[in-house]
């Protein structure tokens, strides 16, 4: 374990800790480990033991952590009673954020800056801000477990390339279940603008690779042309997007009220006299709650079975093979509705929102922990030159965490 610099100060205040947190270059491509093992020592200071998972084995090297912390209810600790840290509440935010390259910013992206009632910084939303307002909350968490009022555990999780597929999260709850930590709800601190959100879509991406024959392009006769071979997979997935849009399966509390499907990327070919024998694609699947994969992939993979039969009649060694890239869960609203109530006294609104951007919830509610969505910042500002939170979206987090606090008391 780390152990924290005795001369080390840390932050007292929700501001100080998101410039803290926006010092930290954590874009996905980066470890994280700086940022992770700053708090870990952090939370030794106030006499906690952080449980960190990192994404490498013993053989393969370790750049990235997940940590999990619990501040034990009142009457026991973390090594002696694990009574003391079942139940509560989780505060789950994740620590990884997206480049800055090719984005127009008005100042450095990882030096937090404020302008006026805003600041700015990469991650200032998504999602930094929560997380220090996560971390100022600890410290008062600590106090009433030692002064004996703290009845049900606070937990605080932070994880590692949520961007990039939610991969980080799925290895701590892992560890969570074989550790025998049972949380009862979670709060995951997306900018939801310190709405109550209860469900949002779940998201898998599929790479098809479409092998061809290659020929010059005056004998396309003899060639099996992979971009063509393409085209018409991607017209079929085109159609199947237009017969989820006029599909009954709806929720109109999404925005987006049915499921989706949408082609990202494409490459192929390498000159315009050769006929292409290789074209790759993307294209993501989000899906309503009620919906999975099963509502689609069949209709594809019949689809490119026929068009393998077709190449093949020209090559047999020719064909489109399909991957799932991520597959990211949706989060649903079954099991919330205590906590749903919980919340809605928290935030004084009984409104219940769903959205279509994906998180970290649903790997919790399929982990059997109830989840619902509120953070500073709003998600139209994520990921965009010149990121931005509101400095009275900070204090209202501040505020809804502290009365959170108190609803874990005696």
């Not at 017209?235 to 929720?251: N, R």
């Amino acid at each position: 374990m780390t152990l924290p610099n005795q001369t080390t100060t840390y932050p007292n205040n929700s501001i100080e800790w998101i410039k803290r947190l926006i010092a930290f270059d954590t874009v996905s491509r980066h470890s994280n480990l700086a940022l992770i093992e700053d708090v870990q020592a952090y939370c030794v200071s106030l006499g906690l033991d952080p449980m960190l998972t990192f994404n490498g084995h013993q053989d393969k090297a370790q750049s990235k952590a997940n940590l999990f912390v619990s501040v034990p209810a009142s009457g026991g600790d973390v090594d002696s009673n694990m009574a003391s840290i079942n139940g509560g509440i989780v505060l789950s935010g994740h620590t990884d954020v997206v480049p800055v390259e090719g984005q127009d910013w008005t100042s450095d992206p990882f030096e937090a800056d404020i302008r006026g009632d805003k600041l700015y910084g990469r991650g200032a939303c998504d999602m930094k801000g929560f997380i220090a307002c996560a971390l100022n909350l600890l410290p008062k968490a600590v106090k009433l477990s030692q002064m004996g009022k703290l009845m049900k555990p606070l937990h605080l999780a932070l994880s590692f390339d949520e961007e990039v597929g939610c991969l980080g999260a799925p290895l701590m709850l892992e560890d969570l279940s074989e550790r025998g930590i049972r949380p009862d709800y979670c709060i995951v601190g997306e900018p939801s603008s310190m709405k109550m959100v209860i469900a949002h879509k779940g998201i898998s991406v599929f790479r098809c690779s479409v092998h061809g024959k290659s020929t010059h392009s005056s004998l396309t006769h003899q060639g099996v042309n992979a971009i063509s071979y393409a085209a018409r997979l991607i017209g079929f997935i085109d159609k199947l997007a237009c017969q989820l849009a006029q599909s009954e399966q709806v929720d109109d509390q999404f925005d987006v009220p049915y499921s989706t499907l949408s082609i990202g990327t494409i490459a192929g070919g390498t000159a315009t006299n050769i006929v292409p024998n290789l074209c790759e694609f993307t294209f993501d699947y989000r899906n309503l709650p009620s919906m999975g994969t099963e509502d689609i992939l069949p209709a594809i993979k019949q689809k490119i079975s026929e068009l393998n039969k077709q190449m093949q009649q020209v090559d047999s060694e020719t064909g489109i093979e399909i991957e799932q890239l991520e597959n990211v869960p949706a989060m649903t609203d079954s099991e919330s509705a205590e906590l749903q109530q919980l919340i809605a006294g928290l935030v004084q609104s009984s409104a219940r929102h769903k959205v279509a951007y994906a998180t970290e919830g649903g790997q919790f509610t399929n982990a059997g922990i109830a989840t619902v969505i509120c953070g500073p910042g709003s998600i139209e500002q994520a990921h965009k030159a010149d990121e931005y939170v509101e400095v009275a979206q900070l204090a209202q987090c501040d505020d809804f965490l502290q009365k959170l606090l108190q609803s874990l008391q005696a």
